[in-house]
């Protein structure tokens, strides 16, 4: 079987004074997609925009009206489609004193700690590339990111921390 190699492959991390940013590999995300009720019903929760549900070690994030991500193990749904995505995104842990700075720097958001606290995402865009960002603590995010563009992602993101 064919093992799927990592865009970021030559670039494992890159660390800078209050700030580390690398590759967080080895995640399960599933999108799925039908009307609000058969969600609820399918998944066990009703999940609103802005912030993330957990529930049975699962994370729920709602990335349009009748779609939600679920970050973990796979939930049988009936009555809604299912549609993995762990292949085709990189997700990138960035943590540290000056996370949010460096954000500010790359997006168009709030990302002060009374406006995007834990549990807040947002779905934006970095470089004109669309990303999810996900406040996962105080001081730490996960970006995620479709695959193919992943580099450049990250290119804007080790730029960017030369002008903190």
């Not at 991390?13 to 995640?27: Q, S, W």
């Not at 809604?80 to 842990?93: D, E, I, V």
Request: glycine share 10%.
């Amino acid at each position: 079987m064919l093992e799927a190699v990592s865009p970021l492959v030559d670039h494992a991390a890159h660390e800078a004074e209050g700030l580390a940013l690398r590759e967080a590999p080895g995640f399960n995300l599933i999108q799925y997609a039908g009307s609000d009720r058969a969600l609820a019903r399918e998944l066990g929760v009703e999940p609103g925009f802005g912030k993330v549900e957990k529930s049975e070690g699962r994370t729920f994030i709602r990335v349009a009206p009748h779609q939600v991500w679920v970050l973990g193990k796979q939930i049988e749904a009936r009555q809604c489609l299912a549609t993995p995505l762990s292949s085709g995104r990189t997700r990138f842990a960035l943590e540290g004193e000056k996370a949010r700075a460096l954000l500010a720097a790359c997006a168009a958001v709030d990302f002060s700690r009374a406006a995007f606290g834990t549990g807040s995402y947002v779905m934006t865009g970095i470089h004109h590339t669309p990303v999810l960002i996900h406040c996962t603590g105080p001081e730490s995010f996960h970006i995620y990111a479709m695959r193919s563009f992943a580099l450049s992602v990250w290119e804007t993101l080790v730029d960017a921390v030369q002008g903190l």
